[in-house]
């Protein structure tokens, strides 16, 4: 299946109720089925039980250019499902052959390290302001895959996504994400941390700073003593 949309869908309808990061209570009902035919404007998959495209696509909506069928009139019935929810928007998703999590950094982190049998889906929220499921990919391989951020796809291979988180979540023991973001260290918490310290764990991730690895590294980064988890 090509389709993110239908394939988180898919997930959502095997395990509709499902908790938050923050432990809310969420419940997903199946697909409202419309009676348009044709090919959805925004996903491009064939349709019977679509919706007129005005009915979904609303004039506030933020990416018209990334329809993948822009001279259609019409929306699915699965597009017009995963629109219609505020939590597939503000939530990060994992969704895999079995079921559909909207996971904490914590469990996201853990899922990019140890990735579910394919073909899965994730979608790494960072504003919680921006539809991912339709910009997504469905992945066919845990040994290199997709991750979608708010703005970006990143390539991941666990192997070498260790090699970059392991330094980044070192440095947060001490240091701010912001801090290690813009590479701008407050002296006062280098000397804490130890120099020796700081310019062994800087020196793995100077080079890739700009990058999309290091940009979902950074998001999904751990320390027990305070957690950010989203």
Known sequence: MNCPTKFIYEAAMKT????????????YNPAEQ??????????????????PRAKTIKDTFQNKDMAKAPWSDVCCDHCNWALSFMSMRNYS????SNEFHH?????????????????????????????????????????????RMDKIDVIVRPSVFIQVLEP???????FSKAEIESGDYK?????EF??????????????????????LALFVAHREEKDDSR
């Not at 991912?132 to 997709?146: A, C, G, I, T």
Request: net charge positive.
């Open 194 to 215: 130890g120099l020796e310290n700081w310019e062994y764990n800087e020196n793995q991730i100077k080079s890739l700073r700009k990058s999309g690895i290091f940009q």
């Open 103 to 147: 996971p904490s950094r914590i469990k996201l982190k853990e899922t990019i390290l140890k990735p579910p049998e394919p073909p899965f889906v994730i979608c790494c929220a960072e504003s919680g302001q921006l539809w991912l499921h339709f910009k997504s990919k469905v992945n066919l391989s845990k040994e290199k895959f997709w991750v």
């Open 93 to 96: 998703i994992i969704a895999d």
């Open 168 to 174: 980044i979540e070192e440095l947060y023991k001490t």
């Open 187 to 191: 002296s006062h918490r280098i000397k």
């Open 16 to 27: 509709p109720d499902i908790l938050s990061p923050m432990d809310k209570k969420i419940h």
């Open 34 to 51: 419309g009676n348009k035919t044709g090919i959805c404007w925004l996903c491009g998959c064939k349709t019977v039980l679509g919706y």
